[in-house]
């Protein structure tokens, strides 16, 4: 589904094509800081704060934004996004689960990716009925698979607020390098791969290459 975020990003990259860099970079910030004093609002209408010796909500934002503009010279995203939402009783255990949910989130992402290349490859790399079987099993639970790629991942964005039945609530967004992560999920797949097509090592290259 394409979130809002996604779409002005979208449109600003493709205003800014033909522009100059430098030209591009101020029009990047300029957006980016209006973007953000827009959401901080919206949150702090809400209710919500950032931790204690964090940066103000309006520069997290900004940093978020300017890094969510950012295109590679193809027009892809320079980074993958994902919003992670959890309440418990303490702020730590909220923010630990909601970084949980956005790495899932970014773990469906990249299984996306990487599901949409083995498809197109089944063909070319000469799978039997069994084997296609097995991979197409194995893709069922790749997202469990991919999420262990991504380690710990320091939140870009990170607010809470406190609730009236004394819980809190924990919103974070989490901002990874695409081609860094998803060529780290890749090679895991592989791997699982493999292990799951012994002695048939050429065709999981074929079904996957890592470039």
Do not use: C
């Given at each position: ?24 970079k101020r029009e990047i910030q300029r957006k980016a800081i209006k973007e953000a ?175």
């Open positions: 589904m394409l979130t809002r975020s996604m779409w002005v990003a979208g449109l600003l990259s493709f205003v800014l094509a033909q522009a100059p860099d430098k030209e591009i004093r827009k959401e901080a609002k919206r949150f702090k209408k809400q209710g919500f704060d950032v931790t204690p010796g964090s940066l103000p909500m309006e520069k997290q934002l900004e940093y978020t934004w300017i890094r969510l503009y950012q295109r590679d010279e193809q027009g892809q995203s320079v980074y993958l996004s994902a919003d992670g939402n959890a309440v418990a009783e303490t702020r730590t255990a909220a923010e630990l689960q909601a970084i949980e949910a956005a790495k899932l989130n970014l773990a469906g992402q990249l299984e996306t990716f990487i599901r949409a290349i083995i498809e197109a490859n089944i063909a070319n790399a000469q799978l039997n009925t069994e084997e296609a079987t097995s991979v197409t099993e194995f893709l069922a639970g790749a997202k469990n698979v991919i999420v262990t790629t991504l380690g710990q991942v320091e939140p870009a964005f990170k607010i809470y607020r406190n609730l009236p039945n004394k819980n809190v609530e924990v919103n974070v967004k989490l901002l990874v390098n695409r081609d860094q992560v998803l060529l780290q999920a890749k090679k895991q797949v592989r791997d699982e791969l493999r292990e799951r097509l012994k002695g048939l090592q050429h065709k999981v290259d074929k079904l996957l290459p890592l470039q």
